[in-house]
């Protein structure tokens, strides 16, 4: 019989910082952004929307590295594969994933640009418009990876986020050939509809090869993809082709179709939305979470909307309160 | 008649980004910590006690400058004076200032040390465990100050905690000069018993000189100042000598005697303590904003006492909520 895997879940992605702080919607309109879109920009313009911003706060980001910051929280064993510059906000990014008890191997790179930073403008309404700096983050490398780490963990996951960029683009195709070599599970999120704009052909050819295990998205990332403005009809042309599909709706919760089989979770109730930041990323934490624990998969779900719950309750997209504890009821129940 | 001044408040102050996170009593015993307290530490012992620390969240800080922050969040004119380093945090630091309407015009310092950091332990009682890289803040040069704007400020604020390296503290002395020579009020705070354990000297020769209007201390700072172990036998000793006295005593509210006339106002009841850091900063801004509107000392006090309780709502010495709004209704009922 082959050794267990190591880690639970082992993440390639974006090593970002937030820079977060509340506005107006007058303010999202003047600056010209895309409300609830993630916006790549340049470093003038980073600058120039910085300055427009009102007083913020800094909290590690990056869509990948948050859901392993929710998966660690729960008690998986998680690894993280991103690229930060050697500067003050890559120490950051360092210091909050080694210190949430993920391990985070990859070398600080010495040259510019800066480690990545998201200006998030948060409106009243808890949405959040995110305006990513990539900087360091598009430069990870594909001889960065650990093969042998990636075949030492259950599930390797990736954010489409990162296929924009070449070079990680590269890394992460040599990632899900050496999980496959490894007979590991691959999962992989979509991200946002402009990745698939940009890239799905990529993403429906990795779907034909059965490169992906389990496939999370958005309802317009599935709309995206598939071509279906109607929500099931995108699920029914979907589902057939990935072992696992995974899609969230915001606050009319999650369905998932695997091996056939159906379920839906509502969206846990909160009473007042902060900041939506990471509702995806922690929904595939929770989900994650129960997959590699081998819970059903109508509680893969309850796991997902558990921890999407609580991280629309405040700002920032790593979890403030204790997942295990508002997981404890789900999980002993079972 | 000489022109008015143009700015309502300027302060000169540490420019400090605060890191934060949770941690148990345990944690703070552990890793040998005062708890409730602010302690200096070098770079190394700061990078022992970042790596012993949870995911963390940076937000600005600094005594002087949260009180502006709070000031100008009143809708005062305010400007800083303060020490960050060319680097992110520096970066940081200035755009918060900047961003919450505060004139903040001190070059950054191009050498090492780093822009000053301070690593803020919460523990679930809300009170905050500080351990302050000074770094670049000590060494603001007196001739980063410039006489003209403090000449042309209502009020000079200076922080104690600023006393404790020389290079700042011969900054002050000028400062204070040249808001004297401008026949302007000069406002400290006492910061913490420990610069009074080390400067009470200097600050009894300042209240002797008349050189300070408004002296600010907590229950403990005026026992350390004046020696009485008793709260209000330490009034009667200082009181006297200063023309406004202001003392927080953190749960049980504040008292001010301002030219002999004495006033009290209880704490705003709070549901859920849950970060004090800032509390004394905030309590300052709320009576500073009062003081330069030519309201009430009990006025003052509310005031304070109001911004004190927002702070203490929520992580970081920012203020989140509106002020204005919060402090409206005692406004407009005058």
């Known amino acids: 019989m082959a050794t267990p895997p190591r880690f639970d879940v082992v993440a390639i992605g974006n090593a970002i910082v937030d820079v977060m702080a509340p506005a107006s919607d007058g303010d999202v309109e003047r600056l010209g952004l895309a409300k609830g879109g993630m916006t790549l920009v340049d470093e003038p313009r980073a ?14 980001g990056g869509s990948a590295a948050n859901t392993l910051a929710g998966l660690a929280a729960l008690g998986a064993q998680c690894a993280f594969i991103g690229q930060v510059a050697d500067d003050q906000l890559g120490e950051v990014f360092a210091h909050d994933i080694r210190a949430g008890g993920i ?43 650990d093969d042998a780490l990636i075949a030492d963990a259950a599930v390797l996951y990736l954010e489409g986020y990162l296929w924009d960029p070449a070079e990680p683009r590269e890394a992460m195709r040599r990632a899900i050939a050496a999980a496959r070599g490894a007979g590991r599970t691959v999962a992989f999120t979509l991200s946002d509809s ?9 993403f429906r050819a990795l779907i034909a090869d059965h490169a992906i295990d389990i496939l999370f998205a958005n309802e317009h990332e599935l709309a995206a993809l598939t071509g279906e403005a109607d929500f099931h009809a995108g699920i029914a042309a979907l589902a057939p082709h990935v072992p696992t599909l995974v899609v969230t709706r915001s606050e009319q919760g999650a369905h998932a179709v695997s091996h056939g089989q159906a379920a839906h979770v509502a969206a846990v109730p909160v009473a007042h939305v902060v900041d939506t930041t990471g509702a995806g990323d922690l929904f595939a934490a929770g989900f994650l979470f129960g997959h590699v624990r081998g819970l059903p998969l109508e509680t893969c779900l309850q796991l997902g909307a558990i921890c999407a719950g609580e991280i629309i309750t405040h700002y920032g997209a790593r979890p403030e309160a204790d997942l295990k504890a508002l997981t404890a009821d789900l999980l002993s129940a079972r």
């Open 47 to 60: 600058q120039e929307l910085y300055a427009a911003m009102g007083p913020a706060r800094e909290i590690s």
């Open 194 to 202: 402009f990745v698939i704009a940009r890239h799905g052909d990529d």
């Open 103 to 145: 391990g985070f191997a990859t070398a600080p790179r010495a040259a510019q640009p800066a480690t990545a930073r998201c200006l998030i403008f948060v409106t009243p309404d808890g949405q959040r418009t995110m305006n990513t700096f990539l900087g360091a983050s598009q430069f990870l490398p594909a001889d960065a990876l």
